[in-house]
């Protein structure tokens, strides 16, 4: 059995308990808010409190806090020789206080609020200072079903920013796609299919392979009645750029002739 | 019974072959290629040829061939008053010659050649010139399972265009987070996961809804860390612009200060 300590109450604080909650290898010993108000509702389930002088003990101590806290709250544990890890994609493993044994256990996903999470679909970063905790931390993904990687803190980082590339611009994308069928009084549903089958494909085929349209087949009549469709200069810039760097990527040479 | 005459070998035709091979409401009566090596394969199953004057009568012919050829094709055929379809995003309903009734089948979904397709989630682009022939389109694509939708030609050169975001773009963000996470040596395996939960959250969610991040919420300390890390200048921009995308997107006023 694992016990364990979840430090804060937002988004990941709260998918992490329920997710504990549920395993049977896992005990919630403790779950900390300053807002004890955000957590009253679990009371009955686990012990909560807004006291870190507090704590009691458990195996590990999860901050589930904003990157911005995790330096100060990890100095101000009244304890010393614990597992303490934070859950940031972003916050160096070295940012933890020095007091503790310190490692990172990063969730790699999406979470919204009221939306269950399927843990056997985020992977686990998981890095830490000293070899021996690392099976603790393994133990613990598995416990969820969760799959997990051993990960640097620069890694990680780096992590954190492919996300931003495959989450927020690519939803991006599907926003302007969203301005431009409303715009004609086209249904968004007809496009869904295409946004699932899109994110399907590459969970088997490379990017690379998975790449068609008229960008990589240089099919120049097609930009430019698309690029004359565009009614708003802003996507207009954004599809030339993309389509540049398609052809970057595929070695699209710019100045061959048009195909067809 | 829906009588079909298939005009093409290509990715289109084939996976239409197949669909309504299975389909019980279904006949294909014959299959046209140029090049009849290509679909020889079939040839025990239905009557196949390469020659437009022994095509026989049937209740629709599908045109699934290149953008350039719709218009050629179309008034090579040797005969009149009969129902005569595309299949393309991009080619307008009256490039197709006059002789014949004339109407659009336009598949959204992105086929790859050695991959089964589920018709279920392939939505047709259905639209005729004569209010009459819309009824057996309609029936066409219930018979083999998919949504159907009546939209116009500009409205479908639009969701041709809208797929290029939706498909082609997104994809290259991939491919990027592809390049940046192996160039730490990390496995693209871990974003998998992540790639799905993004296309599965706008199912249901809005795109604008779904959105979240840095660049979201104005978080100048990681956009400014990511910039830094990113060492492609080509990736650069496209961050810059997706960023900039986004909070123009969110009204997220550039000049506000750092919240966190």
Redesign the interface.
């Known amino acids: 059995m694992i016990s364990v300590t979840i430090i804060g109450s937002g988004n990941v604080a709260t998918h992490l308990f329920k997710a504990f909650n549920k395993a049977n290898k896992i005990t919630v010993n403790q779950w900390f808010s300053r807002n004890l108000n955000s957590i009253k509702d679990y009371k009955s389930i686990t012990s909560i409190t807004d006291n870190l002088s507090s704590l009691k003990t458990s195996d590990i101590y999860i901050l589930a806090i904003?990157?911005?806290a995790v330096s100060t709250v990890s100095s101000e544990l009244p304890f010393s020789n614990r597992l303490v890890v934070h859950t940031s994609g972003?916050v160096g493993i070295h940012d933890l206080d020095r007091k503790n044994n310190r490692g990172v256990f990063y969730p790699?996903?999406?979470f919204?609020k009221n939306t269950d999470v399927d843990f056997s679909?985020?992977?686990f970063?998981i890095e830490t200072l000293d070899k021996k905790d690392l099976p603790i931390l393994k133990s613990l993904a598995e416990a969820i079903g969760s799959p997990h990687?051993k990960?640097n803190t620069?890694?990680r980082?780096?992590?954190?920013?492919?996300?931003?590339?495959?989450?927020?611009?690519?939803?991006?994308?599907?926003?302007?796609?969203?301005e431009?069928?409303d715009?004609?009084?086209?249904?968004?549903?007809?496009?869904?299919?295409?946004?699932?089958?899109?994110?399907?494909?590459?969970?088997e085929?490379?990017?690379?392979m998975?790449?068609?349209?008229?960008?990589?087949r240089n099919d120049k009549k097609?930009i430019k009645?698309?690029l004359k469709?565009?009614e708003n200069e802003?996507h207009r810039?954004?599809?030339e750029?993309?389509t540049k760097?398609?052809q970057?990527?595929h070695g699209v040479s710019r100045t061959s002739t048009t195909k067809?």
Chains 1, 2 share one sequence.
Do not use: M, W
Request: with cysteine.
């Open positions: 904003s990157d911005d972003s790699l996903q999406t919204s679909q985020v992977p970063c990687y990960i620069e890694q980082q780096t992590l954190h920013l492919a996300a931003v590339f495959i989450n927020n611009f690519t939803n991006q994308l599907y926003r302007i796609a969203h431009i069928s715009a004609k009084s086209i249904n968004f549903d007809i496009l869904k299919p295409l946004i699932q089958e899109t994110a399907n494909k590459v969970q085929l490379s990017p690379y998975a790449q068609t349209g008229p960008a990589k097609t009645r698309h469709l565009l802003h810039t954004i599809y750029l993309l760097s398609i970057k990527t067809k």
